[in-house]
């Protein structure tokens, strides 16, 4: 069975640019989130996604956006990139019901380094 | 609101030394606490989930549990390629949702 699977893998962006990161759920897992990791904050949440509908957002600006399609396939974009946006993005996906507390599979991220 | 602690940052042992990694929390209703492990460069990956107290799950050399305010990660007899970031996380309240929040880690490095 395919984990979660994130593209790309590795991307330089220069600062004032946009970004899109793509991320393909466990196949029959519907809710897709999205996480930034870096060395200074660790890991913090950024938004879930079930059924193409955002049921939850973290303390993020408004720079950062996703969204999911009708194959679960989720994307996120960021605009405007800082280069405090420099991180680790990790997509994870859960369980058809997508309930609190399902365990939740992590892809190998997409490391993005602003300049 | 909901916190998440890990304790030590850091932890070196020879092979072979056991130790725990401990993981205390504040939550309003715990509806599980997870523990991951990441290695450098990569996706955090599953090992366990506890759901109530008194629970205990095992995996090889690692064992977790969990008290009303804490979950310990137990490493019997480590070997180096135990060496990597130990996470733990406990899921939104938020109804509806699913997500996680995480604590910093702790870095275990096994030494040889």
């Known amino acids: 069975k395919a984990g979660v699977t994130q593209t790309p893998r590795y991307l330089i962006k220069t600062r004032g640019q946009q970004v899109t990161l793509s991320c393909s759920p466990i196949s029959g897992h519907r809710s897709v989130s999205w996480y930034q990791q870096t060395p200074g904050q660790g890991l913090q949440f950024l938004f879930e996604y079930f059924s193409e509908t955002q049921r939850n957002k973290g303390n993020f600006p408004g720079r950062f956006s996703g969204r999911q399609f009708s194959n679960s396939r989720s994307e996120m974009n960021v605009s405007t990139l800082e280069l405090g946006d420099s991180a680790l993005y990790l997509c994870a996906s859960s369980l058809p019901t997508g309930e609190a507390g399902n365990t939740i599979y992590f892809g190998e991220g997409s490391w993005l380094t602003v300049v | 609101e909901d916190q998440v602690t890990q304790s030590p940052e850091a932890l070196r042992l020879q092979e072979g030394e056991s130790s725990s990694l401990n993981c205390s929390y504040t939550v309003s209703g715990l509806r599980g606490l997870f523990w991951y492990r990441q290695d450098p460069g990569k996706g955090p990956e599953f090992l366990f989930t506890?759901?109530?107290a008194g629970e205990e799950k095992e995996k090889e050399r690692l064992k977790a549990t969990l008290t009303k305010k804490e979950s310990f990660l137990h490493i019997t007899a480590p070997k180096p390629e135990d060496s990597a970031t130990y996470l733990c996380a406990v899921p939104t309240f938020q109804t509806g949702a699913n997500n996680l929040f995480f604590g910093t880690g702790t870095r275990l490095t096994v030494i040889p």
């Open positions: 506890l759901y109530s």
